[in-house]
């Protein structure tokens, strides 16, 4: 079997949401008979017609459509270029989508796709991560698949939610990352994984963190430190039960996010730790984010703005330190 990239898991997903349920429907800038920024949508339009439709250069009216048109009993996704810009549609998102539920008692199921994170070159518009933002809302759903598997049952199940869900795919995944299958054990939204079990110390991470933090526990069992690594899968739900009982299990704790350090997921986890389960701490937890500026352009500047193998290693060694 040829190997099945991230992207590819997202564009079958939307496939097979089409064909199976007539109320899905593709929204969003050129995502038609140019297939989408990154090719998420290409040849949907040619198999769907009338269902995979360009949008307007207008994020606040793609958004307000989708919200109008899942009210009266569609099932939208909506692609988002780039994840930044989806700041256009905030009110939308927030203050309608995210609200209307509770206001009237009736769903606003729809899914919005944010292309998130940095990739070399990328710069400061097109390279945020928007999860901690969405999250501090109630009534969104906020998920970060970082596996192919993830990258098509999230989408899947996403959509199938009779909430809105912001759907956050990472760009470095697109084609660097590549299985066998996009077929595996897939969990419920909110229900984070261990995808390396260990005992010396716990990294929490999600997005496409988890594989610098995977590395880095591989790199450290060389040398007999076994690090577990938990994925979040989603940060609205948070599993807190899980890190929980990983920390339980370890003692020691690093939480690792490519978004900005000021607030974030990072830090509501090491909250939700240090609040309810100080007692199973051995030493501070710790946390290792993005630099605190804007996304640098350079390649070389990029890759020192964000946590890496390198540096995530070493925040590891600090932590068994202490």
Excluded at 91 to 106: D, E, I, K, S
Excluded at 178 to 195: E, N, S, Y
Excluded at 203 to 210: F, I, K, W
Excluded at 253 to 276: C, D, H, K, M
Aim: net charge negative; glycine share 8%.
């Amino acid at each position: 079997m040829a190997e099945v990239t991230y992207i590819d898991a997202i564009r079958e997903a939307q496939h097979d949401l089409l064909e199976k349920d007539e109320r899905v429907f593709i929204y969003g800038q050129d995502v038609g008979k140019f297939g989408g920024a990154f090719k998420a949508t290409q040849g949907l339009q040619e198999k769907f017609p009338g269902r995979v439709i360009d949008a307007p250069i207008s994020e606040d009216a793609m958004i307000a459509m989708a919200v109008g048109a899942a009210v009266e009993g569609m099932r939208p996704i909506i692609e988002m270029q780039f994840a930044d810009f989806s700041s256009v549609g905030f009110n939308q998102l927030v203050n309608n989508a995210g609200t209307h539920f509770y206001r009237t008692g009736v769903p606003v199921p729809i899914t919005v796709r944010l292309p998130s994170g940095g990739t070399a070159g990328s710069g400061p518009f097109h390279s945020q991560m928007m999860e901690a933002i969405y999250a501090h809302y109630p009534g969104l759903v906020v998920v970060t698949p970082a596996t192919v598997a993830d990258a098509y049952a999230m989408l899947m199940e996403s959509a199938a939610l009779d909430d809105p869900v912001l759907y956050c795919e990472h760009k470095f995944l697109y084609r660097w990352l590549k299985a066998d299958t996009m077929k595996g054990d897939p969990l419920p939204i909110g229900q984070a994984r261990i995808v390396h079990p260990g005992k010396h110390a716990t990294v929490v991470a999600y997005s496409a963190m988890v594989h610098e933090a995977l590395r880095a526990a591989e790199e450290l069992a060389t040398e007999g430190w076994e690090i577990e690594v938990v994925d979040l899968r989603s940060v609205k739900p948070l599993d807190t039960d899980t890190v929980m009982a990983s920390v339980a299990r370890t003692g020691r704790l690093l939480a690792v996010g490519e978004a900005f350090p000021w607030g974030g997921v990072t830090a509501e986890v090491i909250s939700r730790v240090a609040s309810e389960g100080f007692h199973l701490l051995d030493a501070p937890p710790q946390r290792i984010n993005a630099r605190d500026t804007p996304v640098p352009y350079h390649p070389n500047l990029w890759r020192a703005h964000r946590p890496t193998l390198e540096s995530i290693q070493a925040a590891i060694r600090n932590l068994l330190s202490l």
